[in-house]
Structures are given as C-alpha cells and as structure tokens.
C-alpha cells in the first residue's frame, strides 16, 4: 500500500511512535485496524460523552 502523506504528519507520526514505543509503520497499521473496526475514537468526543 502506498499513501500520500505530508511531511509534517510524518514528523508528528513518527514521534508518536517513537513515545509509544512502536516502530512508526505499527502505529499505521494500529490505527487503521482501530478505525476499520470502530474503536478510533475522538478524544474530544469521549469527553464530552463522558462528561470529563
């Protein structure tokens, strides 16, 4: 698979990864599966849900 992706994500992407841990190409892949499976959830959401 290849996808487009700007520099800047890129940088953001990899320091993520990087304080979790993860090599960068694992957190992709963990993000996709969470949004293709619904569990991806919108911080700001869940705090309005969930009222904190």
Do not use: C, F
């Amino acid at each position: 698979m290849n996808i487009r992706v700007t520099k800047r994500d890129m940088i953001a992407l990899k320091d993520a990864a990087l304080s979790e841990g993860l090599p960068y190409q694992s957190m992709v892949t963990s993000i996709l599966h969470k949004y293709t499976t619904g569990k991806l959830v919108d911080i700001e959401e869940a705090r309005k849900i969930l009222h904190v």
